[in-house]
């Protein structure tokens, strides 16, 4: 990747769309192997991995299914590599199974999803259909991912770089969640290496043959008397401990009645409503989640005793709106817009529901 | 008398048959006149004979033989049901200098997992495969496999396994043979002492062909199951000479090591 600084020492900025910053951001991170099956909109991430990662001296697979694929991001998680697989909604219900297993073993790895409108075949435009799935476990058993929502091309990039971190910080699958807007569109990003590679090289868990040590083993099954219950424990306490990463911006709260809470690119198209209703006087303001497990809680409940006002808004028929009122619950409620996906949102629709929340004020 | 002086070599006695070391000394779980002993033993007697155990990274499967790490001390991980060669190929990806091998049963890798080793093999991954078939899902209690015999009575083909409703049985290794990437897929049968010696000839080039880096290597474990069967463990080996030969024929079906190896 030659887009570090330009002579001048000055950072180089490239013009590239989300998909692609994903991908720079993977390799800056030290990803070492891809693994994925085609799915719009998410295929530039594929194409970019298969010819940059070889030159990296990395792996690149195109699997036969999106199953393999997070199969494969298993084993090479084991192995204590950095590893990614991509896809998009349909193909991430695929890889359930694989995650659920990631987090009972404990294998760090990192997922993107460029969520498409659902269920089923759905469309392939942008939707936040995939929040429970992302933020709930998604697959069978008691589980937690790390998910991060970028909202720009910018946060594409740094947040993959954060997934590799906090992925073998933690020895937890993380998500990257954006959508097909975020995906496709294109916007100046700053690449930027990170001081090191974290976790990797001294794993102490990792598989490469058990030279002059005990065997080292990897698995999810929990036979024996009190073993599941310890694990899931362990787990359990694991989760808690991620609540120390949860992150939001906040933009113009301090003196805002209603909160709009919204995420990812939705939250940015929030953020222009926001700045069309300010022009004419309204006191609103956004805190968009960009860790959405760890769900930025705390900092929302302290709004809520403030006596501000909550509006959420999703890109769904309402699903992180329920994580809002838990964690308001008691204080206030939280009104709710859900844009229907199979429908591409602009500013303007958010005008109506945000000045129906301040009650036509 | 002691233990080491009861285990001690007379002066006409010497030492012909020993305990791998990888092998682990406990009591086993599998069931009396299962092959999953030998099965373990002949990998493990190979491993150490190429001198790779402390370089050999093991994917367990789902089935009876998801413990084989109990019993092999290499590093292991366990895939989710079918998923092995996909987690061996991300494991082998990810340390290209390591011998990495799966270890699965006839309703793992020729049921839901035939997605996964078909492409395992097509792509020529250099991987080993080591395929216990014994015609039945041995772990949840008997049922219909890929691989159950025309006739045969499981508890979920009680009147008996009927090519009009089920289908034939499976033949992988001949299917297996027939893709671009492997270099090397063979059956043999752990029903008597003269056919587990050709079995460990086998294991061995299948492993050999992923150390020299020539392809997929592949071997299929013709074995018994006398529990889920219904019958003793004698009988057991009869069915499969009687039975299970006939219909899932011995030998070897692709080997390229005289050649060049597949891309």
């Known amino acids: 990747m030659p887009h570090n600084t330009t002579d001048t020492g000055t950072p180089e900025r490239i013009f590239i769309k989300g998909n692609e910053a994903i991908a720079h951001g993977a390799l800056a991170a030290g990803c070492r192997c891809y693994f994925g099956y085609p799915i719009t909109p998410q295929n530039d991430i594929p194409e970019m991995m298969s010819y940059a990662l070889p030159d990296a001296g990395g792996e690149f697979v195109q699997a036969e299914s999106e199953v393999a694929s997070a199969n494969m991001l298993l084993g090479a998680a084991a192995a204590g590599i950095r590893a990614l697989t991509s896809s998009s909604s349909p193909g991430i219900s695929l890889m359930q199974e694989a995650i659920s297993y990631m987090a ?29 799935q992302s933020v709930k476990g998604g697959g069978h058993g008691d589980y937690k991912l790390l998910v991060l929502a970028p909202a720009t091309c910018q946060e594409c990039y ?72 310890g694990q899931n424990r362990h787990l359990q306490a694991k989760y808690a401990a991620m609540q120390a990463e949860a992150r939001a911006e906040s933009f113009l709260t301090d003196d805002a009645e209603l909160i709009v809470v919204a995420y990812g690119s939705i939250g940015r198209i929030a953020k ?51 994580d809002v009122r838990l964690s308001i619950r008691g204080i206030v409620d939280s009104a709710f817009y859900g844009h229907m996906p199979g429908e591409m949102p602009g500013s303007d629709d958010f005008l109506a529901p945000i000045l129906d929340a301040m009650g036509g004020k | 008398m002691q233990a080491d002086e009861r285990l001690a070599l007379a002066d006409d006695e010497q030492m012909a048959f020993e305990v791998p070391d990888v092998l ?24 150490e004979e190429m001198g790779v155990v402390d370089d ?12 084989i790490y109990n019993y092999l001390a290499v590093d292991s991980v366990e895939a989710p049901h079918g998923r092995a060669p996909a987690v ?28 996964e080793v078909m492409h395992a093999a097509n792509r020529g991954e250099r991987i080993t495969i080591v395929f216990v078939n014994n015609t039945v899902y041995g772990m949840t209690g008997g049922q219909m496999a890929p691989t159950t015999l025309i006739g045969q009575k499981t508890t979920t083909c009680p009147g008996g396994r009927c090519r009009d409703r089920e289908g034939m049985p499976i033949r992988m290794a001949e299917i297996i043979a027939g893709l671009g990437g492997v270099a090397y897929s063979a059956r043999a049968s752990l029903d008597s002492v003269k056919n587990i010696r050709a079995a460990k000839k086998a294991v061995r080039k299948a492993f050999d062909v ?22 003793d463990a004698v009988k057991a080996n009869t069915r499969i000479r009687e039975e299970m030969i006939p219909y899932f024929p011995l030998g070897v079906y692709k080997d390229v090591t005289e050649g060049e190896g597949v891309c």
């Open chain 1, 272 to 322: 222009s409503a926001i700045r069309k209703l300010r022009a004419q006087g309204h006191k609103v303001g956004l805190v968009r989640p960009q860790t959405l497990f760890p769900f930025p809680g705390p900092l929302l409940r302290g709004l809520a005793e403030q006596g501000k006002r909550f509006l959420t808004i999703e890109h769904n028929c309402g699903q992180m709106v329920e």
């Open chain 2, 210 to 231: 992923q150390q020299q880096g020539l392809g997929f290597g592949f071997v299929e474990l013709l074995s018994g199951c006398p529990t889920n069967w219904r019958m």
């Open chain 2, 88 to 115: 061996a190929t991300g494991v082998k990806r990810g340390r290209t200098d390591k011998i990495v091998f799966t270890y699965q049963g006839d309703g793992d890798l020729a049921s839901i997992g035939l997605a």
């Open chain 2, 24 to 47: 682990v000394d406990r009591a086993t779980h599998y069931c009396p006149g299962c092959h999953h002993g030998i099965a373990h033993r002949l990998v493990a007697e190979v491993l």
């Open chain 1, 158 to 229: 740094d947040m993959m770089v954060q997934a590799f971190d906090l992925a073998f910080k933690y020895r937890n699958p993380v998500m990257v969640l954006g959508d097909a807007i975020v995906g496709q569109m294109k916007e100046p990003v700053t690449p930027w290496k990170p001081a090191a590679v974290a976790g990797t090289e001294a794993a102490d868990w990792r598989l490469e043959g058990a030279k002059g040590r005990k065997p080292r083993l990897l698995k999810s099954l929990f036979l024996e008397d009190g073993a599941l219950a």
């Open chain 1, 104 to 132: 009972g073993s404990e294998l760090p790895g990192v997922i993107v999803n460029m969520n498409r409108g659902g269920p089923g075949l759905g469309d392939i435009g942008p939707s936040q259909g995939d929040y429970f």
């Open chain 2, 56 to 67: 050999t990274i093991c994917v367990a499967s789902i089935g009876c033989s998801v413990f």
